[in-house]
DNA sequence: GTGGACATTATTGTACACAATCCCTGCCAC
DNA sequence: GTGGCAGGGATTGTGTACAATAATGTCCAC
């Protein structure tokens, strides 16, 4: 569990937790944000709720429904590829910035960050570890000093997160561990032109890992279940 | 002018009303938004207003000071230089991605934004025609067919607008003009990696033509003004 | 005449109450 | 038994009133 709040909760407070928890697979896509709920679990009105939702749902995180309320995302597969076609284009030269300005202590940063990834994996807490291993990649754009790239790749994998927890297929189970390993030694060597060539098959086989086939849990899918 | 809503401004219309206002210089970077001015001018209450600049803050167009109210952006010189890095990243090869889907609709749409910009101009009304300009960039997301990126594109066209508006040096008046033409050529002729080539250059071209060597008119500025 | 402290005013932050809308349940007709 | 319709309950949308805070103007002491 996180810490509880000192205080009160702030608007952005309760945002930074509804995010957390969407990350860690706690929350899963088309879940009910209910206001009355929301308020009552955080102990703050629901003004603040609302203010905290709107900014979910400009981040893409959350969709609302007039007077039906706020759901968590369920990005279509038309969304999913869009999401990892943006990410295609900015994290790997993003991740060649980073390599220039590597210092040790940025190393075994990440090094930690793929340490503390890889025991939550073996105590079973899956949803922290994907989560982590999501703040690797936000890590590397903070690394490479560009904050406002840092921002869109945050949003970016957030909604990644989402697309895994729908559209994910069982094979392939440690995807990850390699290839962050295999990042971190190019970083280690500050070989630029590695880190962007790892990046780029890194995020190309997350694609490939996704059954993008056609729309699976989503509207509609009623009828392709049932026919 | 642009016309009046039928009957009440939604959050989503007064936000967007406000973008084109920004986009258009016809709010300067650091204009006061005072939320009871705005929700008289818009005939709607405060509760729609708050939401507008909600939405806008978390694009960063407008920065929120606390018990101070909302004012329009002033993105500092790192903030200028973020922008154009992440432009940089996403529209050479989202351009040429346009290019492989291009019809001969889309080349005359995009030769007509560019008359209408054009027309603006030779008309005086430099905001608009710097905000058709803009949208020439987000049209070419929306040809490529990829609505995320599109989003992202538009929320830093809009911010280089308001960079543009704090930076922007006197010399070499009639940047854009050539540069789109010539991009629509390649467009034309369904060259692709031309048209990546070409947008780059073209935002590399931007960037030299703006002062970015140290903060100018930002907080602080008195003093080197007076001094 | 200058500096500081205080009161005033204007503006934003927050909560709450009411209105609007939708979903669900139960009933009735066929 | 099925379909439609109406009523009740619950949830979100919206406006407004009040509290908190910061900026400004004024007054007095030195």
Chains 1, 2 share one sequence.
Not at 96 to 116: C, F, G, K, N, P
Not at 187 to 193: I, K, L, S, Y
Request: proline share 2%.
């Amino acid at each position: 569990m996180t810490h509880v709040q000192a205080r009160t909760a702030t608007a952005e407070t309760v945002a930074e937790a509804l995010e957390r928890a969407i990350h860690e697979h706690r929350l899963p896509p088309g879940t009910k944000l209910g206001e009355d709920e929301l308020s009552e679990i955080y102990g703050v009105s629901r003004t603040r709720i609302r203010a905290a939702l709107q900014a979910l749902s400009h981040r893409r995180l959350v969709e609302h429904q007039r007077n039906r309320g706020a759901f968590v995302a369920q990005p279509t597969v038309r969304e999913a590829r869009e999401v990892f076609e943006a990410r295609a284009l900015l994290e790997p030269r993003t991740a060649r910035s980073a390599a220039m300005r590597m210092s040790d202590a940025h190393v075994t940063a990440l090094q930690a960050h793929i340490d503390a990834e890889h025991a939550a994996l073996h105590a079973g807490e899956n949803g922290r570890a994907l989560s982590l291993s999501g703040e690797f990649h936000i890590e590397i754009a903070r690394i490479a000093d560009q904050s406002t790239i840092e921002a869109i790749v945050r949003q970016l994998v957030v909604r990644s997160s989402l697309i895994i927890a729908l559209y994910w297929r069982r094979r392939s189970a440690l995807c990850e561990s390699h290839a962050h390993g295999a990042l971190i030694d190019a970083f280690a060597a500050r070989d630029g032109a590695l880190a962007e060539e790892l990046m780029a098959h890194h995020l190309l086989d997350l694609v490939t890992s996704l059954d993008l086939r056609n729309q699976s849990s989503q509207p509609g899918s009623l009828r392709a279940a049932l026919g």
